[in-house]
């Protein structure tokens, strides 16, 4: 799934069960043209490799990190701390948990002035990730904004293609 080039885009999750939801978010940036690094790290359990990590990803040509964990979910805030990167966190419902909400809360719940932009928790979330992470670069991107553009033509063509065949 990583990429050797340089990519705008890091995927990071907090363990490999998050790879068959992040899966979608891999997928969506795919589709507008970015290979994405993908990264499993943990905030908790590789805490200094998270570190390094988020520290370095700007000058490996890193312009958004998307990252993704469960239960009490403290990697994008991790890698919120160590960057001046817009960090996107994806809460994740995890076995044992409490169906996500709390990995919710520890993303969107940040002290002032380390910011974390929060999205829907799972698959939805990791999608959504994936888009607010193309806005973003599509602001200094005019060939990436008009694929932004053509993308959601196609939903709403998708939608009107659906209510139509209920006529």
Sequence with gaps: MASE?????????????DLNVMQGCVEQLREFGIEPKVRILSAHRTPLAAAEFAQTAESCGIKVIIAAAGMAAHLAGAMAAWTTL????????????LGGMDALLSTVQMPPGVPVATVAIGKAGAKNAAILAVQILALADPALRDKLVQFKKKQEQRVREKDAGLS
């Design 86 to 97: 817009p960090v996107v966190g994806v809460p994740l419902a995890s076995e044992g948990g």
């Design 5 to 17: 080039k340089t990519t705008p885009v890091a995927v990071v999750m907090g363990s490999d069960s």
